[in-house]
């Protein structure tokens, strides 16, 4: 290798790095505090084709089916939210409240009945039985009382938030009308800013970015309707009141990495056990267990399918994105990888032999 081939190359090895520091805190710090806006202009972007549509058919001014298709949607947001939200929280709260009380009332006489059975076999145990029993009972008693604390605690503080999300969603909302009403504005203007060489590159890349976000959203869409199939079937199977519901809603749970099934499958499991129903306690733990295996499997493969990476490929950027940026890592560097691969198959950028 010459000269100039070993500099040309180590320039562009600095420049990717350069290039890769810069994206990287840009997604990591930047990103997180433009997320009203860039939430805003997704939502724009969704309901972009939805209101040219509209417009064709009934020749009614933009601004004017802007505003009414907007107005729609979060009115349906907002009811929706509503009534599960009010739902979610209550049952947590009462759930999570009622802890200590079915420990003295379910847990702890199943606990002295089984002193009771042991100390009449072993009657010279009786104090060693008690003594344990005593200590375990305190344990759990605290341990109990321990989370259902925390977790009022934790339903408090997300009270306290409101304030501060409350901001947030406005400026999402007022963002989303903005870029809407003006989308076609706000892009020509943005365009106008490179010259007819970049142009051709910077459409190109928006198209991809779109497809990819595309994609990754069915490919999400797809895990969570096999989620809710899975969780429907298994609540109709245990003999769980709507299990079409629950199965709904535990699925949408299931998408968000911090919570997934186990939030709720596990204490449900838990407390059927201590509550002496054995049959639902290891029916949640098996759907639990077999919901988790399956979305191991099937995941990276759906989405390695959907944005064109290998399974592994997908499996090793997820698990990378997850460890550097967290969940947002997590879904957005599968995506920067596929936005990579078709330019470079496109012949926008060269950085595999494919």
Not at 10 to 29: P, R
């Amino acid at each position: 290798m010459s000269l100039e081939k070993q500099k040309a190359f180590i320039i562009h090895c600095v420049f990717g790095a350069i290039l890769l520091i810069i994206v990287y805190a840009g997604i990591k710090y930047v990103f997180p505090l433009l997320m009203p806006f860039v939430i805003g202009l997704v939502i724009a972007m969704s309901f972009r084709n939805v209101i040219d549509s509209l417009k064709e058919k009934t020749r009614i001014n933009r601004t004017i089916l802007c505003i009414f298709v907007l107005l729609i949607f979060y009115s349906l947001v907002t009811l929706v939210i509503t009534l599960i939200g009010a739902r979610f929280f209550g049952f947590i709260s009462t759930l999570f409240n009622g802890l200590p009380a079915l420990y003295k009332g379910t847990l702890l006489p199943a606990l002295q009945a089984v002193t009771d059975n042991l100390t009449e076999r072993f009657p010279s145990l009786r104090i060693d039985l008690d003594v344990f029993i005593n200590q375990i009972g305190q344990s759990v008693f605290s341990y109990i009382s321990n989370i259902s604390a925390k977790a009022v605690g934790m339903v408090t503080g997300l009270a306290s938030q409101v304030p501060t999300l409350l901001i947030k969603v406005i400026f999402t909302i007022v963002s989303s009308f903005f870029f809407t009403i003006d989308y076609y504005k706000i892009g020509n203007f943005l365009i106008s800013q490179f010259n007819e060489d970049r142009r051709d590159i910077i459409i190109n890349l928006k198209d991809n970015v779109i497809g990819s976000l595309g994609k990754f959203v069915r490919a999400y869409a797809l895990i969570i309707s096999i989620t809710f199939v899975e969780l429907s079937l298994g609540f109709k199977l245990l003999g769980v009141p709507t299990p079409f519901l629950l199965g709904g809603i535990v699925a949408l749970i299931d998408i968000m990495p911090i919570l997934g099934t186990g939030a709720i499958l596990l204490p449900w499991s838990i407390i059927a056990f201590s509550m002496g129903d054995t049959k639902t306690g290891l029916g949640m733990l098996f759907l639990y267990v077999f919901i988790t295996v399956v979305r191991q499997i099937l995941e990276p493969k759906i989405i390695g399918q959907q944005i064109g990476l290998h399974p592994i490929v997908t499996l090793i950027l997820m698990f990378v994105g997850a460890q550097m940026m967290g969940v947002l890592g997590l879904l957005i560097l599968p995506v920067i990888a596929t936005i990579l691969v078709k330019l470079n198959k496109e012949g926008s950028i060269h950085i595999l032999r494919i």
